[in-house]
């Protein structure tokens, strides 16, 4: 998952939950725990924590990895729809890492065909063949 290429998540759903309670607005504390849970196998409690996390508001980095993962288990549950929504939200947020922007559109193209638009398929294909070859990115990327 996307959480694997930015950083790892600390501590454990009981912790976190307890965050959570004393601070139902914490959205990084639903992020957090979205990432464990995704970790252990629970993709529905990850699905609605980040989506929670999303609801309340996320910092930018934060917000694409979220998306990020959310579509990636809403395709892996069937919700093709949904992960077509999630990968458009991260290539919308123009991601300056290449290998964000380019799985973004690669996952897209996977949904996409999965709904039967093979033309939006190709093109998202054809886009991150691009990307990875013509965009500048950041110093060190």
Request: hydrophobic share 40%; net charge positive; glycine share 10%.
């Amino acid at each position: 998952m996307l959480k694997d290429a930015l950083g790892s998540y600390r501590g454990s759903v009981r912790e976190i939950s307890r965050l959570i309670d004393a601070d139902p607005d914490n959205a990084d504390a639903y992020f957090n725990r979205a990432g464990i849970r995704s970790a252990e196998g629970d993709q529905a409690g990850a699905l609605r924590d980040f989506s929670m996390a999303l609801r309340i508001g996320l910092r930018y980095r934060e917000s694409i990895v979220a998306y990020g993962n959310r579509g990636i288990i809403r395709f892996e549950l069937g919700d093709y729809r949904g992960a077509d929504e999630d990968f458009s939200a991260v290539i919308d947020r123009k991601p300056r890492q290449k290998t964000l922007m380019r799985a973004a559109l690669m996952h897209r193209s996977a949904a996409r065909e999965k709904l039967g638009d093979g033309g939006g398929a190709a093109a998202d294909r054809m886009l991150a063949s691009l990307w990875s070859s013509n965009q500048p990115t950041k110093e060190g990327e």
